[in-house]
Protein backbone atom coordinates (compact mmCIF):
# COMPACT_ATOMS: atom_id res chain seq x y z
CA UNK A 1 0.00 0.00 0.00
CA UNK A 2 1.35 3.48 -0.50
CA UNK A 3 1.48 6.20 1.90
CA UNK A 4 -1.20 8.75 1.01
CA UNK A 5 -0.51 11.90 -1.15
CA UNK A 6 -2.10 15.35 0.57
CA UNK A 7 -3.47 17.66 -1.77
CA UNK A 8 -5.16 21.34 -1.02
CA UNK A 9 -8.30 22.34 -3.28
CA UNK A 10 -10.15 25.87 -3.49
CA UNK A 11 -13.44 26.62 -3.95
CA UNK A 12 -14.84 30.12 -3.40
CA UNK A 13 -17.69 29.71 -0.23
CA UNK A 14 -20.22 31.43 -2.71
CA UNK A 15 -20.01 28.95 -5.60
CA UNK A 16 -19.27 25.47 -2.81
CA UNK A 17 -18.60 25.24 0.50
CA UNK A 18 -17.44 23.11 2.95
CA UNK A 19 -20.79 23.49 4.46
CA UNK A 20 -22.13 22.18 0.87
CA UNK A 21 -20.08 19.41 0.77
CA UNK A 22 -20.73 18.88 4.48
CA UNK A 23 -24.59 18.70 3.82
CA UNK A 24 -24.07 16.51 0.18
CA UNK A 25 -21.23 14.23 1.89
CA UNK A 26 -19.86 13.15 -1.44
CA UNK A 27 -18.92 15.71 -4.32
CA UNK A 28 -17.28 15.43 -7.66
CA UNK A 29 -14.68 17.92 -8.25
CA UNK A 30 -15.64 18.82 -11.66
CA UNK A 31 -15.23 22.07 -13.63
CA UNK A 32 -11.46 22.39 -13.14
CA UNK A 33 -9.98 24.22 -16.54
CA UNK A 34 -6.74 24.29 -16.06
CA UNK A 35 -4.51 21.57 -17.13
CA UNK A 36 -2.05 22.12 -14.51
CA UNK A 37 -4.49 21.31 -11.96
CA UNK A 38 -6.39 18.57 -13.95
CA UNK A 39 -2.77 16.87 -14.20
CA UNK A 40 -2.73 16.84 -10.40
CA UNK A 41 -5.97 15.50 -9.85
CA UNK A 42 -4.94 12.53 -11.87
CA UNK A 43 -2.20 11.92 -10.01
CA UNK A 44 -4.61 11.84 -7.24
CA UNK A 45 -5.22 7.78 -5.25
CA UNK A 46 -7.92 6.78 -3.49
CA UNK A 47 -7.93 7.61 -0.15
CA UNK A 48 -5.54 10.83 -0.31
CA UNK A 49 -6.21 13.61 2.28
CA UNK A 50 -7.41 17.34 0.77
CA UNK A 51 -7.22 20.01 2.69
CA UNK A 52 -10.58 22.03 1.51
CA UNK A 53 -9.85 26.03 1.29
CA UNK A 54 -12.12 28.83 0.68
CA UNK A 55 -10.62 31.22 -1.77
CA UNK A 56 -11.99 34.92 -2.96
CA UNK A 57 -12.87 35.87 0.39
CA UNK A 58 -12.67 37.10 3.61
CA UNK A 59 -10.29 35.85 5.00
CA UNK A 60 -9.38 33.15 2.88
CA UNK A 61 -7.88 29.86 4.68
CA UNK A 62 -8.18 26.13 4.82
CA UNK A 63 -11.66 25.20 6.46
CA UNK A 64 -11.91 21.46 6.37
CA UNK A 65 -10.51 17.97 5.10
CA UNK A 66 -12.37 15.50 2.13
CA UNK A 67 -10.78 11.97 1.38
CA UNK A 68 -10.26 10.85 -2.27
CA UNK A 69 -12.90 8.07 -2.77
CA UNK A 70 -12.62 8.18 -6.56
CA UNK A 71 -10.53 8.83 -9.40
CA UNK A 72 -10.35 9.35 -12.88
CA UNK A 73 -14.09 9.88 -13.27
CA UNK A 74 -14.83 11.71 -16.43
CA UNK A 75 -15.44 15.69 -15.85
CA UNK A 76 -19.72 15.51 -16.94
CA UNK A 77 -19.77 19.81 -17.21
CA UNK A 78 -17.62 19.55 -20.15
CA UNK A 79 -20.25 18.03 -22.50
CA UNK A 80 -22.92 20.33 -21.03
CA UNK A 81 -23.90 23.17 -23.18
CA UNK A 82 -25.66 25.08 -20.55
CA UNK A 83 -22.75 24.69 -17.82
CA UNK A 84 -20.06 27.67 -17.84
CA UNK A 85 -17.36 24.63 -18.15
CA UNK A 86 -18.94 23.21 -21.29
CA UNK A 87 -15.84 22.61 -23.83
CA UNK A 88 -17.06 22.23 -27.24
CA UNK A 89 -13.37 20.65 -28.43
CA UNK A 90 -14.25 17.94 -25.87
CA UNK A 91 -16.20 14.59 -27.37
CA UNK A 92 -17.26 11.70 -25.31
CA UNK A 93 -14.95 9.65 -27.20
CA UNK A 94 -12.03 11.75 -26.30
CA UNK A 95 -13.07 13.39 -23.35
CA UNK A 96 -10.04 16.81 -22.35
CA UNK A 97 -11.42 16.30 -18.22
CA UNK A 98 -11.59 14.50 -15.82
CA UNK A 99 -12.20 14.59 -11.82
CA UNK A 100 -12.06 12.94 -8.75
CA UNK A 101 -14.94 12.27 -6.33
CA UNK A 102 -14.40 13.51 -2.78
CA UNK A 103 -15.62 12.51 1.02
CA UNK A 104 -16.65 15.08 3.15
CA UNK A 105 -14.14 14.48 6.73
CA UNK A 106 -14.47 17.50 8.86
CA UNK A 107 -14.93 20.95 9.46
CA UNK A 108 -11.96 22.79 11.37
CA UNK A 109 -13.18 24.61 14.46
CA UNK A 110 -11.43 27.81 13.34
CA UNK A 111 -10.25 28.45 9.42
CA UNK A 112 -6.42 28.49 9.29
CA UNK A 113 -5.71 31.72 7.17
CA UNK A 114 -3.96 32.64 4.38
CA UNK A 115 -1.66 35.10 6.83
CA UNK A 116 -1.46 32.80 9.00
CA UNK A 117 -0.51 29.93 6.95
CA UNK A 118 2.25 32.65 5.44
CA UNK A 119 3.46 33.57 8.70
CA UNK A 120 4.21 29.59 9.48
CA UNK A 121 5.56 28.04 5.94
CA UNK A 122 8.17 29.61 3.44
CA UNK A 123 7.44 29.37 -0.07
CA UNK A 124 9.46 26.76 -1.03
CA UNK A 125 7.08 24.24 1.68
CA UNK A 126 4.10 25.24 0.15
CA UNK A 127 2.83 25.92 -2.83
CA UNK A 128 -0.04 28.13 -1.80
CA UNK A 129 2.05 31.04 -0.60
CA UNK A 130 4.39 31.07 -3.59
CA UNK A 131 4.24 34.40 -5.38
CA UNK A 132 1.52 34.29 -8.36
CA UNK A 133 0.35 31.25 -7.12
CA UNK A 134 -3.49 30.75 -8.82
CA UNK A 135 -4.04 27.06 -9.21
CA UNK A 136 -7.26 25.20 -7.56
CA UNK A 137 -5.42 22.18 -7.26
CA UNK A 138 -1.80 22.03 -6.08
CA UNK A 139 0.43 18.67 -3.71
CA UNK A 140 1.32 19.32 -0.37
CA UNK A 141 4.43 17.13 0.88
CA UNK A 142 3.58 14.63 3.67
CA UNK A 143 5.86 16.09 6.58
CA UNK A 144 3.85 19.91 5.35
CA UNK A 145 0.30 18.19 5.75
CA UNK A 146 1.10 16.71 8.47
CA UNK A 147 2.29 19.94 10.30
CA UNK A 148 -0.98 22.19 9.05
CA UNK A 149 -2.92 19.11 10.69
CA UNK A 150 -1.93 19.23 14.04
CA UNK A 151 -2.13 23.40 13.34
CA UNK A 152 -6.00 22.99 12.49
CA UNK A 153 -6.54 20.21 14.80
CA UNK A 154 -5.00 22.36 18.18
CA UNK A 155 -7.66 25.46 16.92
Known sequence: MTEPNYWL???EPNVYSIANLQA???TLWDGIRNYQARNYMRLMNINDEVFF???NCKPPGIVGLMKVVEVNLVDPTQFDQKSKYHDPK??????????PRLKYLKTYKKILSL???????????LVLIRKGN???VMPILANIAERL???LEKE
Open 9 to 11: MKS
Open 24 to 26: EVE
Open 53 to 55: YHS
Open 90 to 99: STKNNPRWDC
Open 115 to 125: QEISSLFKPEE
Open 134 to 136: RLS
Open 149 to 151: KCI
